[in-house]
């Protein structure tokens, strides 16, 4: 059941090395269940989900057109400098960090 409503309510799919977050409706919420760790809101995004390597991150729903600074916080992401994407028309925003149970993923709208 906690499968079905990670990806159906919370859009939250993990794959091997990507992960892709696109919510229904595109609203703001905070999911934790696990080691699954997720904080959404169309100008800020937290993340932490399991891995040991880079991956890619795929968001749909934020704000269209918009730089994001990404920056990560944790042992398990060491050697892991900020860096900087940009959402796309369609507000996806998609960028490479990495993964990892004591790493954490932000994107802030800057």
């Known amino acids: 059941m906690k499968v079905v409503l990670r990806e159906i309510r919370y859009g939250i799919r993990l794959d091997w090395r990507k992960v892709i977050v696109d ?23 937290n993340i932490s989900v399991p891995g040991a390597s880079a991956t890619t991150y795929e968001f749909h729903g934020v704000a269209a057109s ?13 050697g892991s400098a900020a860096s900087a994407a940009t959402s796309d028309a369609s507000g996806v925003l998609t960028f490479t960090a990495p993964a990892g149970v004591a790493c954490a993923v932000t994107a802030t709208a800057s």
Do not use: M, Q, R
């Open 23 to 45: 919510p229904w409706p595109a609203t703001e919420y905070n999911f934790h269940i696990g080691n699954v760790n997720v904080d959404y809101a169309s100008l800020s995004l």
């Open 66 to 78: 918009t730089k994001f600074v990404i920056a990560t916080t944790g042992v398990g992401c060491s």
